[in-house]
């Protein structure tokens, strides 16, 4: 009978589409942004990040960076504690991205410092050797525009105060970018005293594997992949210091490493795993 | 039988186009794989990789697909309802609304005004131009199908009217946005709410869009081209309603793993599984409407289009189904195994059944046949083959990817850097750019064959 009536046609088929829409797309409303899953210490976008992240999103940074960490251990080990619903109440839209073409960036704030962004967005080879990111270097010229800022943010329903707006005069887009980048994952507080983590991962206070050849050279290659863009090719020092042997005392640097200073703009890198973060120990303290 | 002058013009004018905006992509295409292996083909501000691939994804499937689907649904819904087009008029705006909407979206996201939603890139005014597009083009099918001469709805006319509601219903609701200006507006749902509103349309416009016209077409041009009745009209009509049904439910399937509630995620990832059975229907359908006739695959070029299409989108909605899988996604989501998935469908599955559909309109239109059967015969065998070193390839990236992320040693630490595994996979992205200039050849072949075969007066090179 449908057959032979286009009306009665059209009507069965959005019948047969509503149903698995209402469900699935209009039901989790009840679910998601509401006290169930809100987080206290989530706070708005400031007026400077916010331009930040309309910058993000007009380049289309999400076409190669996802803001989503899952709950499965590799995640976790390299991008941080899983991503959780409340962390996005204020993103609209939602950058989470489908692809990692480069890494995850939901907690990219205060992993590395400003300098470190700086340098990157305007030559991303000069800290990452062989990175594929294209260059940045154009946000410097560009002024973010504070009447529109402030336009945003009403729209937004987000809080600023005259002050937060007066402070947007003379910034560029590459100061908007970084305080962006810089605001991410930051809301949820650290959990833990890293101190505690890195000594329960260390065991020793002395290197197990202080002056192995073999270590020393294998050091070497973990310097390369993961210090070189900071601290130099030659550990000459960059944004980083310099390293050079006998600065440090083992434990000392093996706890740095492993937990990194997160107010100095230093990673942790514990995802290394005692043993090559031991075998970076040697290679460090070797002439 | 009478015979019915049907309005022709407008099916040739929207095949030209969405030519010229299929050649833009696929070159676009080709041009951000490039970018990815050459970091300095990037030039900022404008023609960056971010900047240009929603322009590669949103003339792929709105200028090359919707255009075609265009052409071969006005040639399908005339002929099915046996009378001239409903408003020549209309239908003749429809063509050039059609590509000023085209160029704004091209233009506007160029010059960075752009959403962040995966193939909903463009603000709100061209959203509005696209809506209007789709009313006018709604108004004219529809009314055609109302008026027709011939009472009973073949398959092909079910699917063209189940499309105009789907797209109408996925489109306004994602593109819900408060404007701030003329070209930046904020998306009215916030977070976990918006990913999931997102990914209900961005799935279902691959249901509204790249399966259910395509298959109006296939469905239409298979019998057509083989000359022979489709299998069985009640496994059309099993395939047909499951398929509508099922769809809707599967968006999450691109959020597992993510804060969406849990039971909508495996919800999606139920009925994915289920979607297999009204996606082979049709598969099986075609094959078995080639009983008998396999022959065809040999001497009949248009064939040869037909069922690596529909065989193409027999693999495509296998490997869906298994990404949708919790355990497989959290091995593959992320990597490029999921881009080489998507171009098994776009160039396999809705490319090589607009291919045989435009040669076929265009024999049947200009009354002889196709310029040289020998070049179609090529177009074939370039694009199958650039179509396979483009997916095979960034599936093989794909796998290395998840298992470079996901190596962790005895000590618990991950064995690779992000960086270790960027550089492993440049080789794969390589040949994936080969597989792209193998296919433009192809698709550049056959332009060239369509435009010999409608010349006037064209002298006939005709081969076996």
Redesign the interface.
């Known amino acids: 009978m449908w057959e032979k009536r286009p009306v009665l046609l059209l009507l069965l088929a959005t019948a047969a589409i509503l149903v698995g829409t209402i469900v699935t797309m209009v039901l989790p409303f009840f679910w998601v942004n509401t006290e169930a899953d809100a987080i206290a210490e989530v706070t708005p976008y400031t007026a400077l990040e916010n331009e930040g992240r309309d910058i993000y999103v007009r380049e289309g940074c999400n076409n190669c960076h996802s803001q989503l960490i899952r709950p499965l251990a590799p995640d976790v080990k390299r991008y941080g504690p899983y991503s959780r619903s409340g962390e996005f109440a204020y993103d609209r839209p939602f950058l989470w991205g489908s692809r990692r073409g480069g890494p995850d960036l939901a907690r990219i704030g205060n992993k590395y410092s400003d300098e470190w962004h700086y340098r990157h967005m305007v030559d991303p080879r000069s800290m990452v050797p062989e990175t594929n990111m294209p260059e940045y270097s154009w946000l410097n010229d560009a002024k973010v525009d504070a009447a529109f800022a402030v336009r945003k943010m009403d729209v937004l329903g987000f809080p600023y105060t005259q002050g937060d707006i007066t402070a947007l005069e003379g910034k560029t887009e590459m100061d908007a970018m970084v305080a962006y980048l810089q605001k991410l994952g930051t809301d949820l507080p650290r959990t833990g005293k890293a101190a505690d983590k890195a000594k329960g991962l260390r065991k020793a206070e002395e290197n197990p594997l202080g002056g192995d050849p073999a270590a020393i050279a294998e050091g070497k290659d973990v310097y390369a992949g993961n210090c070189a863009g900071c601290h130099g090719a030659d550990r000459g020092g960059n944004i980083g210091p310099e390293l050079a042997p006998g600065d440090f005392e083992d434990d000392e640097l093996f706890d740095t490493i492993a937990d990194g200073l997160p107010d100095d703009g230093m990673p942790g890198f514990s995802r290394l795993g005692r043993d090559r973060i031991w075998k970076l120990v040697a290679f460090l303290q070797a002439e | 039988m009478e015979r019915v002058d049907y309005n022709d013009s407008i099916v040739k004018g929207f095949v030209i186009w969405s030519l010229v905006w299929g050649a833009v992509t696929v070159l676009l295409g080709v041009i951000i794989s490039f970018?990815?292996?050459?970091?300095e083909l990037?030039f900022?501000?404008y023609l960056?990789?971010?900047?240009l691939?929603?322009i590669h994804t949103n003339a792929g499937i709105f200028g090359w697909g919707i255009g075609s689907f265009f052409a071969a649904l006005y040639y399908i819904v005339q002929r099915l309802s046996r009378r001239r087009v409903w408003s020549d008029g209309l239908a003749r705006f429809q063509l050039w609304f059609f590509n000023a909407t085209i160029i704004a979206a091209a233009v506007t996201l160029l010059l960075?005004?752009?959403?962040?939603?995966?193939y909903h890139?463009m603000e709100w005014p061209v959203d509005l131009m696209i809506v209007i597009l789709w009313v006018i083009f709604s108004v004219n099918a529809?009314m055609t199908?109302?008026k027709r001469r011939e009472?009973?709805?073949y398959i092909s006319?079910?699917y063209t009217?189940?499309a105009?509601?789907?797209v109408a219903?996925l489109f306004l609701?994602n593109a819900g946005a408060?404007p701030?200006?003329l070209f930046?507006s904020?998306?009215?749902?916030?977070?976990?709410?918006?990913?999931?509103?997102?990914w209900?349309y961005g799935h279902?416009a691959v249901a509204m869009v790249l399966t259910v016209p395509p298959l109006a077409v296939f469905y239409y041009f298979l019998p057509k081209a083989a000359n022979t009745p489709i299998y069985s009209h009640r496994l059309s009509i099993i395939a047909f309603?499951s398929l509508?049904?099922?769809?809707?439910?599967?968006?999450?399937h691109?959020?597992l793993?993510?804060?969406?509630?849990d039971w909508?995620e495996t919800?999606?990832m139920a009925?994915s599984i289920m979607l297999i059975a009204p996606s082979w229907g049709v598969v099986f359908n075609g094959y078995l409407t080639m009983n008998g006739q396999w022959h065809q695959m040999r001497d009949n070029y248009l064939i040869k289009f037909f069922i690596a299409a529909i065989t193409f989108y027999g693999l495509q909605t296998l490997q869906g189904p298994l990404q949708a899988v919790r355990t497989f996604s959290?091995f593959i989501?992320?990597?490029?195994w999921?881009?080489g998935h998507i171009h098994m469908g776009t160039m396999g599955w809705v490319s090589m059944v607009m291919f045989g559909a435009i040669y076929y309109m265009y024999e049947k239109m200009y009354g002889r046949e196709v310029y040289s059967i020998k070049m179609a015969n090529m177009h074939f065998w370039l694009v199958f083959i650039g179509q396979t070193l483009f997916s095979v390839s960034l599936w093989i990236a794909g796998v290395q990817?998840g298992i470079m992320?996901?190596a962790?040693?005895a000590?618990?630490?991950?064995t690779f850097?992000?960086?270790?595994t960027?550089?492993s996979i440049m080789p794969y992205f390589w040949i994936r750019s080969l597989g792209g200039l193998v296919y433009l050849a192809g698709v550049l072949l056959f332009f060239y064959n369509i435009y010999k075969t409608a010349r006037p007066g064209a002298a006939v090179a005709q081969t076996a």
Do not use: C
């Not at chain 2, 904020?186 to 997102?198: L, M």
């Open positions: 970018q990815l292996v050459m970091p990037n900022g501000p960056t990789y971010g900047r691939r929603p960075g005004f752009n959403t962040s939603k995966e890139e529809f199908i109302w009472e009973t709805m006319l079910w009217l189940a105009l509601v789907g219903v609701v408060v701030v200006s930046k904020y998306s009215i749902y916030a977070g976990t709410n918006d990913a999931n509103v997102q209900w279902n309603w509508l049904f099922m769809y809707l439910w599967t968006g999450a691109h959020l793993w993510t804060p969406v509630p909508v919800l999606a009925f959290a989501h992320y990597t490029n999921v881009p990817e992320w996901k962790v040693g000590d618990g630490s991950l850097t992000f960086m270790d960027l550089i």
